[in-house]
């Protein structure tokens, strides 16, 4: 197997539990980069370098796809604030906790500190009078009647997802992981079947299914398992390190 390119998610994938990435694989990451392997995260946060050691990547996929940065921004794909007021409004008017987010910042209806306390980045704002893009808009443990009415409420430019901790995230149609990845590889000059992915939740599904080699935690849901085209072990026993250890060293 010919591996030059490695994206992993963050979340139960890289990640332990305990959000800590352990020693045996931070050794793997530099092992395939001292071969000439490119190293990307792919994640649904915007600001993975609060949790992860950035020096271990080449690139950074984050808010689930509209964002990739490689020394600087490469690609951006947000959604302007006048399609993103409709949607922030009529879930602002139901009661929904509603957060729409950039590059730098969270504007929110709530104190999300109350739910994410590690993020300090946030300013309480009226969507009505709200005139900055997003990146991605987020509803937090909203009821099934809360997330169709959301996806009832998008606009033909948007999407939705929910990830298994029931984080509703709303993102423009072109910022997937797939497409991100894609678009990392071919400003690397790496083709598709020399892409290697990892991951555990629905919003990796994509990326899976287009890498050369969609490799699923051993923790992952089942829906991810069936899209992958490989299994390893779980996050809590580095299963990671140990398909790469196999297949790219």
């Known amino acids: 197997m010919k ?3 490695i994206v992993t998610d963050l979340d139960g994938t890289l990640l332990k539990d305990d959000k ?3 020693e045996f694989t931070r050794n793997v990451l530099k092992q395939c980069r001292a071969k000439g ?7 649904a946060r915007g600001h993975p370098e609060k949790l992860v050691p950035v020096e271990l990547f080449d690139g950074r996929i984050t808010n689930n796809g509209a964002v990739i940065i490689a020394d600087n921004v490469v690609y951006r794909r947000n959604m302007s604030y006048q399609e ?14 509603m957060t729409s987010q950039d590059i730098d ?3 929110t209806n ?6 994410w306390p590690h993020i300090k980045g946030f300013e309480i704002v009226d969507f ?13 443990n909203g009821s099934p009647d809360d997330i169709e009415f959301m996806r009832q409420n998008l606009s033909d430019n948007m999407y939705l997802t929910v990830t298994r901790d029931n984080l509703a995230m709303v993102m423009h149609r072109d910022a997937t992981k797939s497409k991100a990845v894609a678009t990392l590889a071919k400003h690397w000059g790496i083709e598709q079947e020399e892409i290697a992915v990892f991951g555990d939740d629905m919003n990796d599904i994509d990326m899976l299914e287009y890498a050369g080699a969609g490799v699923a935690m051993g923790n992952a849901l089942d829906e991810v398992k069936t899209a992958a085209g490989y299994i390893c072990d779980t996050n809590e026993n580095d299963g990671l390190a140990k398909w790469l250890e196999e297949n790219a060293l």
Request: net charge positive.
């Open 3 to 5: 591996i030059k390119m």
């Open 84 to 97: 993103a007021r409709p949607l922030l409004m009529a879930c602002d008017k139901r009661g929904l906790k």
């Open 20 to 22: 800590s990435v352990t």
């Open 105 to 107: 910042m969270h504007y």
């Open 128 to 140: 009505s009078k709200h005139e900055i893009d997003s990146d991605k808009i987020c509803m937090e």
């Open 110 to 115: 709530f104190d999300i500190s109350a739910i």
């Open 37 to 43: 392997i490119k190293t990307a995260l792919a994640t």
